[in-house]
């Protein structure tokens, strides 16, 4: 997988993004369940858009409706090409288009808190209000050698 990052690590920026149609699972379970949630709601979506013989649109991500003790998010891949229908747990949502806030975290998941609350006091400090909800986009494979790159993008109005 070729790694696009968006911004140099640590550099928080304003960009202007495309929609993007993507394949989910939803996913819900406490924090410490979020790596087997997301490798198996990975699993499941990209298998569902490679049997479609859809083309993966860009890299794995995951989008927070609730982040706490509790954790909520959809979980896939943005396609391009037809994945229909989608049947059990796998639905199809939009990535929104627009401005968004974006920055890089290079470096192992647990210090990714430190990029969250970098865009969050960005924005806040220029008034920024997001527009939707944030996500995560996973640059590298974990299983590649190297610290994981990950795009933090936080959507504003």
Do not use: N
Request: charged share 20%.
């Amino acid at each position: 997988m070729t790694v696009h990052v968006a911004t140099s690590p640590d550099v928080v920026s304003i960009i202007q993004r495309e929609p993007q149609e993507a394949l989910v699972v939803d996913i819900e379970g406490p924090t410490a369940e979020m790596p087997r949630m997301m490798a198996d709601a990975f699993g499941r979506t990209a298998a569902a858009v490679e049997s479609a013989g859809a083309t993966f649109a860009g890299p794995p991500f995951a989008r927070y409706h609730s982040f706490g003790e509790v954790v909520r998010a959809e979980v896939g891949f943005p396609f391009l090409g037809r994945v229909e229908p989608p049947v059990g747990p796998l639905r199809i949502v939009e990535l929104p288009g627009g401005r968004a806030v974006t920055t890089t975290h290079v470096g192992p998941y647990d210090k990714l808190g430190e990029a969250w609350e970098r865009a969050q006091a960005w924005m806040a400090e220029r008034k920024l209000v997001a527009s939707g909800p944030p996500w995560e986009c996973y640059l590298t494979d974990p299983e590649t050698p190297g610290p994981p790159v990950t795009e933090v993008v936080m959507p504003i109005r």
